[in-house]
């Protein structure tokens, strides 16, 4: 059941980003600015919380997600050091995912050679 | 050339464009939705190892980001990611591919301003607007100290 809600979700989520590229024409790069900064707006507004309570992953695993892990983040640095965790709570909170992204990034262009576009 | 209006309705819904959006959308939500279900199986191996909640959900997302990575770099993201769109781009290892993809398309024009530079071409703006989203959410809640 856990995994037919994410599964779901996922497919919810990724369902209308197919449409709003098709209908839009927005690039993927806008697609992903756009889903983080809504992530943290939702967040912000405690709307994202119960997507996340019902779908799990199939919240957490789309970018959606990285702007959720962000705002919860902000909020646990502001519990934590106040003023200053209005700056330092964010990238705190989404952490593990950023130096994952710059490490086997780095790692994995470095190993292999690029494929030809065709 | 003639044809009657059956045949052209027939034309016409074979080269209607509503067919391959509709096609597109649920290759998009059946992939997305999928790696979605990955994720979780991955986020209770992490809970059934006994990393805490918020550990084993950092864990998951590291996870799949090494796996986008390997899977971009074997060059089968790509490829699926013809297909599957949005199903590929919106979830984590998305972000992984955006990462990996132009860094390795550009690796011959030097490690430094070649690589390691266009490796935050979809990253980069991500986080400038990512974070700084995080930075206007924390003011306004500590400035009207909502939390």
């Known amino acids: 059941m856990e995994y037919l809600r ?5 497919a919810i989520i990724c369902g209308l980003s197919q449409i709003l590229i098709d209908k839009t024409k927005l690039t993927p790069a806008r697609i992903l600015v756009t889903y983080v900064v809504l992530g943290v707006v939702l967040t912000g507004f405690g709307l994202y919380q119960p997507i996340v ?6 919240a957490t695993v789309p970018l959606l997600g990285f702007g959720y892990s962000l705002a919860k983040g902000v ?10 965790g209005v700056l330092t709570g964010g990238v705190t909170g989404a952490a593990g995912g950023i130096a994952a992204a710059v490490v086997f990034g780095f790692l994995v262009a470095l190993v292999f050679k690029p494929k030809s576009k065709s | 050339m003639h044809v009657s209006k059956d045949e ?3 034309l016409l819904k074979q ?7 509709l096609k597109d959308i649920l290759w998009a939500a059946v992939i997305g939705g999928l790696i979605c279900t990955a994720g979780q199986g991955i986020l209770n191996l992490y809970k059934m190892a006994g990393l805490p909640e918020k550990d084993a959900a950092t864990a998951t997302s590291i996870t799949l980001i090494f796996l986008g990575a390997l899977l971009t770099g074997l060059g089968w993201y790509d490829k699926l990611a013809k297909h599957a769109g949005a199903g590929t781009i919106v979830p984590i290892t998305g972000f992984s591919n955006a990462v990996v993809a ?9 490690l430094v301003l070649g690589m390691a530079a266009k490796m935050f071409t979809i990253a980069g703006p991500v986080l400038v607007y990512g974070i700084s989203a995080s930075v206007v959410y924390g003011l ?3 400035v009207f100290h909502l939390a």
Request: proline share 7%.
């Open chain 1, 75 to 84: 909020i646990e640095g502001i519990a934590q050091s106040g003023l200053i």
């Open chain 2, 102 to 110: 132009p860094a390795l398309e550009f690796k011959s024009e030097g």
């Open chain 1, 53 to 58: 309570d019902w779908g799990g992953a199939g």
């Open chain 2, 8 to 10: 052209y309705d027939a």
């Open chain 1, 6 to 10: 994410a599964f779901i979700t996922g």
């Open chain 2, 140 to 142: 306004v809640v500590y």
């Open chain 2, 15 to 21: 080269k209607s464009p509503n067919s391959p959006i």
